[in-house]
């Protein structure tokens, strides 16, 4: 237990949940031959695609309406995660067209997807009780803490985080590769 001005409270182990798993499984996956084989191998639009189920971040959005989660997180961290995956099918049709701009859209997807992900992780470590936090809101916990939210940042976001990853080293490849049979 740590000891602070606003009382005792155990190290956060949400944030190690989120980060571990994508500090040791990124080098592991975007250095792999194999893994790289396997994405040269498949479509380029699967891993893009595959994201739609991001909507379903929209519990956020109905935990803020039923004032379960301040809005301070929840708002930003629901409209993100919808948003990435509404637009993941159309990044990915976009792609499959195999043109620049179908490229562009798809980095740009990546890109949008990433960033609702750091935000949502910044501000719910900013507002929920522990060492990191710097804004006490109305609702005192994001209500990610307790089965079966706890599963989001435990191994959607995580997952989330390195299906993006892929995707970019897998874009990246692809380019080079398409540069290279010109």
Do not use: C
């Not at 893994?35 to 929209?58: E, N």
């Not at 919808?82 to 990915?92: E, K, N, Q």
């Not at 710097?134 to 959607?156: E, H, K, M, Q, R």
Request: aromatic content about 8%; charged content about 10%; glycine content about 10%.
């Amino acid at each position: 237990m740590v000891s602070s001005a606003r009382g005792a409270f155990p190290l956060p182990l949400l944030p190690s949940a989120i980060f571990l798993p994508v500090i040791i499984g990124a080098p592991l996956l975007l250095l792999s031959k194999r893994v790289g084989q396997l994405l040269d191998a498949m479509p380029t639009t699967w891993l893009v695609a595959l994201q739609l189920y991001r909507v379903f971040g929209s519990q956020w959005l109905a935990y803020l309406l039923h004032g379960l989660l301040p809005g301070l997180w929840a708002l930003p961290a629901g409209t993100g995660d919808v948003l990435t995956g509404l637009f993941a099918v159309p990044a990915a049709i976009a792609l499959a067209t195999g043109t620049a701009e179908g490229r562009k859209a798809a980095i740009l997807w990546n890109i949008f997807g990433l960033a609702d992900l750091a935000v949502a992780i910044t501000l719910g470590m900013v507002i929920s009780p522990g060492p990191f936090q710097l804004i006490v809101p109305n609702i005192l916990s994001i209500g990610i803490d307790g089965y079966p939210n706890v599963l989001t940042p435990a191994f959607v976001v995580p997952g989330s985080i390195l299906l993006h990853a892929l995707s970019w080293r897998q874009l990246r490849r692809r380019s080079r590769t398409e540069a290279l049979g010109r």
